[in-house]
Nanobody, 120 residues
Framework: VQLQASGGGLVQAGESLRLSCAASGNIDDINVMRWYRQAPGKDRELIATAFKTGYTSMTGSTEGRFAISRDDANDKITIYLQMNSLKPEDTAVYYC?????????????WGKGTQVTVSS
């Protein structure tokens, strides 16, 4: 499985951004895709999950402002993280993550990470 994340950047507080993460390759092995973020000096934080069944969930302080969605098309699975009403404390590197099973073993992959910077 290959992951390609994009959409980060520098925005002002109150603005919006949409991140995307496209998974390609053996996508049938994927059971769940997640968004995490890691701010400087802090632990990596789970913020959103999208299951193969279509169920999604949000966790943490971003609930209500952020939303995850999923699109399956063109032999890829793409998850999006719509981020609204951004705050300076949302500044972090955002990572996508996939987990699954390839028939023999548990698999997990991380995307490269995309920087989101929110200025006050």
């Amino acid at each position: 499985v290959q992951l390609q994340a994009s959409g980060g950047g520098l925005v002002q507080a109150g603005e919006s951004l949409r991140l995307s993460c496209a998974a390609s390759g053996n996508i049938d092995d994927i059971n769940v895709m997640r968004w995490y973020r890691q701010a400087p000096g802090k632990d990596r934080e789970l913020i959103a999950t999208a299951f193969k069944t279509g169920y999604t969930s949000m966790t943490g302080s971003t609930e209500g402002r952020f939303a995850i969605s999923r699109d399956d098309a063109n032999d890829k699975i793409t998850i999006y993280l719509q981020m609204n009403s951004l705050k300076p404390e949302d500044t972090a590197v955002y990572y996508c993550n996939v987990e699954g099973f390839d028939g023999l073993r548990f698999i997990e992959y991380w995307g490269k990470g995309t920087q989101v910077t929110v200025s006050s």
